[in-house]
């Protein structure tokens, strides 16, 4: 039976109307060859890289700004013109593009450079100082001039510290042969708060920013996308229109544009339709919803559960909105109760404005007059989301239903 109602499927799609040319150009990783106003973030960006094609080390970059406003997409532009003209003028130039939230650990993104260099390391089982030193050895003797990308550094700096910006950004004073230039990403306006001054010295050497986009640009965006992606004549204006003004809503994420134009083109396509409509768009639109935010819940570190998790259980108690230092309490109740050493306030704080500019916490600056001023507090996605997911994960599902004894002292 089963596969009678799959083949039923299989023959509804093979036979229904062809919306897509080509679907892959709609996803956010799809590097174009035209990057719609970002023309001053390249020449600027290449102008800084540009030594190397002279045997000049450049400077160091940090490019910064939210979700969705271009700085994979231009960076990865750059580097692959640059690795093709190094080619034609036979310049001993080298790139590697790493992302940080993918790879995990300073051991595995010095593992991933020694690949770079021709050096193979273990899995694990090296101490991260010795497959540093093996890859500056391997690189010395190389004669390069590496380009290293470290996309989303934020989320490495933040479980692991910054030891391997260090290490990058000072390896050039022990190289005799080759040099390393560092290209830092970030989606935290904040992030280089967390940096020790010494770091952020070296990597800080040039920054760019790149600003939102606005609902006109991204509107050429998906246009531009769409002729490559959808057959002619099978999105109507007023979805594309509807794709970019949403996505303008959401700080000018490209990505959230993009996503959306092709969720509501399989939604379609599924239904057999002809053409993409505003209603597509909307359904696309709370399925996106739905899928962001159970995927971040999933993939949060451990400590921002546990953040998250007390304000659930704040907010089971019946109290709706607190300040940082009740949610800190639980959260040290919490940490205690399943035997793992507790963060700081400061850092539970930071924590605390991460889960608010992701959207899943409402934090709000307060004045306590002459006690200063703290955070007001309040869940930002709905009680049964957050249980949904968390009862499925082993540190937390035994904490969704306790009681928190230091709430007492709330009432």
């Known amino acids: ?37 970002r023309e001053d973030q390249i020449l600027h960006v290449g102008r800084i890289l540009v030594p190397v094609l002279k045997g000049s080390r450049s400077s160091n970059i940090f490019l910064y700004g939210q979700t969705g406003t271009g700085k994979t997409a231009v960076i990865k532009f750059i580097i692959d013109r640059l690795t093709k003209k190094s080619q034609e003028i036979e310049a001993p130039v080298v790139a590697c593009y790493i992302n940080c939230r993918l790879t995990g650990t300073d051991y595995r993104v010095f593992s991933k450079l020694c ?55 000072r390896g050039n004073e022990s190289l005799q042969s080759s040099k390393v230039s560092v290209v830092g990403i970030s989606n935290d306006l904040q992030f280089k708060e967390h940096l020790d001054p010494r770091v952020l010295s070296s990597l800080s050497e040039e920054e760019v920013v790149f600003r939102p986009y606005t609902a006109i640009e991204l509107g050429d965006i998906l246009q531009a996308r769409a002729n490559l992606g959808f057959v002619s004549g099978t999105l109507t204006k007023g979805a594309l229109n509807l794709c970019s003004a949403l996505a303008a809503t959401e700080h000018g994420d490209a990505r959230r544009a993009l996503d959306l134009l092709r969720v509501a083109g399989e939604l379609a396509e599924r ?13 696309a639109q709370n399925k996106i919803e739905e899928d962001r935010i159970t995927s971040t819940l999933k993939t949060l570190p451990l400590h921002s559960k546990l953040v998250l998790c007390s304000c659930y259980l704040i ?30 306030q400061r850092r539970v704080s930071g924590l605390i404005s991460e889960l608010d500019i992701m959207g899943l916490l409402n934090a709000s600056l307060i004045n306590m007059g002459r006690y200063g001023r703290t955070k007001k507090i309040k869940l930002g996605i709905p009680e049964k989301v957050i249980r949904e997911i968390f009862v499925k994960d082993e540190w937390l599902s035994t904490l969704l239903d306790y009681k928190p004894r230091c709430l007492c002292s709330l009432k």
């Open 1 to 37: 039976m089963y596969e009678d109602l799959l083949n039923q499927v299989f023959d509804r799609f093979l036979t229904g109307p062809r919306l897509f040319r080509d679907r892959e150009v709609l996803r956010p990783d799809y590097v174009p060859k035209e990057l719609p106003h």
């Open 115 to 169: 690949e770079v260099v021709d050096i193979n390391v273990p899995f694990t089982g090296l101490a991260t100082n010795e497959v540093f030193d093996r890859f500056k050895v391997a690189l010395d003797s190389k004669k390069i001039l590496l380009i290293v990308v470290l996309d989303e550094i934020d989320f490495l700096v933040r479980e692991q510290g910054d030891d391997l910006l260090y290490d990058l950004t």
């Open 271 to 283: 239904e057999g339709k002809s053409k993409v409509i505003e209603e597509h768009v909307r359904s």
């Open 315 to 344: 907010k089971q108690a019946g109290y709706d909105g607190v300040i940082t230092g009740n949610v800190y309490e639980v959260y040290g109740e919490l940490c205690r109760k399943i035997q793992l050493e507790s963060l700081t």
